[in-house]
C-alpha cells in the first residue's frame, strides 16, 4: 500500500491545475490530510498568475531531482526550454531549520536560490 502510494504521488505531474487536482485525489483516496499545503500551492500559482507569469509554462513535478534534504517548504527549479542546457538554470526553497541544525539558537525563517549563469547563457544562446 505505501509502494503503491509513493509511486501514485511521483506520477503527479503537470501544470497547475491539474497537479492541484491530482495532489487532492490522491491525498482523499489516501486519508492524508493536506489541504493546507495543497492550499498554500495553489495561492502561489493564483498569485503568478495574477502577476502576469505565463502559469501554463509552470510545471509541477513530484520526481523531485533536487537534493531536498534541508529543505523545509516550497522548493523550486526553473528549466529552460533551449537545447543543450544540460540542467535547470535557477534553483531553490524555504530552509527554516537550516541555521538551528547548524547551531543557531531557533529556527531563522530563510529562503535561498542559485542561478547557474553559464547555462542561462547556453539557454540565451550567449555561451
Known sequence: MVV??????F???GGCAGAIAGLRDLTR???IA???EIARFERRCDLADK????????????????GLQYYT???FELRAQAEGVP???AGGGRYDRLLAQLGADKEIPAIGGAI??????LARGEA
Open 4 to 9: 503503491a502510494l509513493f509511486d501514485a504521488f
Open 11 to 13: 506520477d503527479i505531474s
Open 29 to 31: 483516496q489516501a486519508g
Open 34 to 36: 493536506l489541504d493546507a
Open 51 to 66: 502577476r502576469g507569469v505565463p502559469v501554463d509554462q509552470l510545471r509541477f513535478a513530484a520526481r523531485f531531482e533536487r
Open 73 to 75: 517548504g516550497f522548493v
Open 87 to 89: 540542467g535547470p538554470i
Open 116 to 121: 547557474r549563469t553559464e547555462w542561462l547563457l
